[in-house]
């Protein structure tokens, strides 16, 4: 198992998407930040400010990890070197799992970066646009666990579509379909949004819960549910197709 987490950490980490990809986010994170949060946002700051532009980073963040996880997975199909990372390990689940522990790793790294990234940013724009951040509160177990649990999602959301479909392009399209599918289902076949799982992703990040809206708690089990159920299907049949 260790050999294959290392050979997962090598090629995760030796592809110029990983860092493309990254690279992009921390842009887009810099101009929310820095520039929208920060310039452009209110003279007095409220006290958790930190903590908001903390969440909406992640929620950004996201978007991009669950791109890298597709091609951590779908691109080992499109050149063939998925031959060789099944040759080298003597059982595929070892492979399976490795991908998703790898994943999950590099998804709480770049949690703990980009948060502080996020919150350096916005100060320093706070300061260069002469406004003032006060004091600010921040329940760091509260934003920590909630953060964590979000990306970690999203990495394994991006994997698990990646294992199912092989295809880059289908993955991604399905990836960013989701969330447009599940206010159609909510409309005319009238399941509560709370229940689906794009829904249910973004209720994590809240800080409280509303009437008839799930905690943070509750909705990444119902998430979670439905990751688990996605993953045993991509397991099974990653484990029972031909590599190519």
């Not at 992009?24 to 209110?42: D, E, M, N």
């Not at 905690?215 to 991509?234: H, Q, R, T």
Request: aromatic fraction near 14%.
């Amino acid at each position: 198992m260790l050999t294959a987490l290392k050979s997962e950490f090598r090629k995760l980490l030796s592809i110029r998407s990983t860092y493309v990809i990254s690279l992009l986010a921390l842009a887009i994170v810099a101009l929310f930040s820095f520039y929208g949060a920060g310039i452009k946002g209110p003279a007095v700051m409220s006290s958790d400010a930190l903590e908001q532009v903390a969440s909406n980073t992640i929620s950004i963040v996201g978007i991009f990890v669950g791109i890298i996880a597709i091609l951590a997975i779908c691109h080992e199909y499109r050149y063939n070197t998925i031959y060789y990372t099944l040759t080298n390990s003597n059982n595929r689940l070892k492979v399976f799992f490795a991908k998703y522990i790898t994943l999950a790793i590099f998804a709480i790294v770049m949690n703990i970066l980009f948060v502080l990234f996020a919150m350096g940013a916005l100060a320093l724009g706070v300061h260069l646009a002469h406004h003032e951040l006060g004091s600010q509160v921040i329940d760091l177990y509260n934003l920590g666990w909630r953060t964590f649990v979000y990306l970690i999602g999203a990495s394994w959301l991006g994997l698990t579509l990646g294992f199912l479909s092989r295809s880059v392009v289908f993955a991604i399209v399905a990836y960013f379909l989701i969330p447009s599918i599940e206010p159609l289902l909510h409309n005319f076949l009238k399941i509560s949004n709370n229940y689906l799982p794009s829904a249910s992703q973004n209720q994590i990040l809240e800080s409280a819960t509303s009437p008839g809206v799930f905690s943070p708690a509750a909705a990444a089990g119902i998430f979670y549910l439905y990751l688990l159920v996605a993953g045993i299907v991509a397991a099974v049949l990653f484990m029972r197709r031909d590599a190519n």
